[in-house]
């Protein structure tokens, strides 16, 4: 399997334009997360999805953000309008849960967003 | 609420030392899993080492265990033999069943191996 893959991996936007962050997980996995890493917040999860359904979304900051996964293999996170605050890496991870614990979330190489 | 604290901002090894890296959580959950990744400086997060909370032995993998003391609620990362390729920003996260399997992690320890 080629992993989590994220896209576009570098984004450079203007301020109030909207930006969409794609993932499509491992084949199979049952959850995925998304997290957004900045120097001083850390690595903060942002929502989550299991078997495409959102479960928990308290760490979206904003309206301005969104995300949606329509099928098993893809989902997108969307911010709308940008502003320089937004600036962060982007991280998508997978995991399969229902086969037991030991199962570790694997990460995409992540969105480097800067919004000017 | 799950929580995860790292309280070592930074950290420094000698070369071929071992270096111990503090995990404390915190959870009402009686099933859950804790992990710890390494982000190099070049960004992608690396899996490391897994302990669940019914797990009596302490896991190790290669140069890398995990110091579990479950009263304590601590979770601690121990590198043996440390290398050059071993500088990175090191994490620890944890998951629990009711939590609804919700991934969190704590903030991070800088290690810095010195030649």
């Known amino acids: 399997d080629a992993g989590v893959i994220q896209s576009p991996r570098h984004e450079v936007t203007e301020m109030g334009q909207e930006v969409t962050l794609r993932c499509k997980p491992i084949s199979g996995h049952d959850y995925l997360f998304w997290y957004r890493q900045t120097m001083m917040r850390g690595l903060e999860l942002l929502i989550y999805?299991?078997?495409?359904?959102?479960?928990?979304d308290s760490g979206m900051p904003e309206d301005r953000f969104s995300a949606k996964m329509p099928n098993a293999s893809f989902s997108t996170l969307k911010i709308q309008p940008s502003e320089p605050r937004d600036s962060a890496v982007y991280f998508c991870?997978?995991?399969?849960?229902?086969?037991?614990?030991?199962?570790?979330?694997?990460f995409g190489q992540g969105t480097r967003l800067t919004v000017v | 609420a799950q929580k995860i604290t790292q309280t070592q901002p930074g950290m420094f090894v000698q070369e071929k030392e071992a270096v111990t890296l503090d995990c404390t959580y915190d959870?009402?959950?009686?099933?859950?899993?804790l992990f710890w990744y390494k982000q190099p400086s070049s960004g992608e997060m690396i899996f490391l080492i897994y302990q669940g909370s019914y797990d009596e032995q302490n896991a190790t993998e290669g140069r890398y265990s995990l110091n579990f003391q479950k009263a304590r609620k601590s979770a601690n990362l121990v590198i043996s033999a440390s290398q050059l390729g071993d500088s990175a920003m090191y994490f620890c996260a944890m998951r629990g069943v009711g939590y609804g399997n919700k991934l969190v992690f704590g903030a991070g320890t800088i290690l810095r191996v010195k030649s």
């Open positions: 959870t009402s959950d009686q099933s859950y899993g």
């Open positions: 999805f299991n078997n495409n359904v959102p479960i928990d």
């Open positions: 991870a997978s995991s399969l849960v229902r086969t037991g614990w030991n199962t570790e979330a694997f």
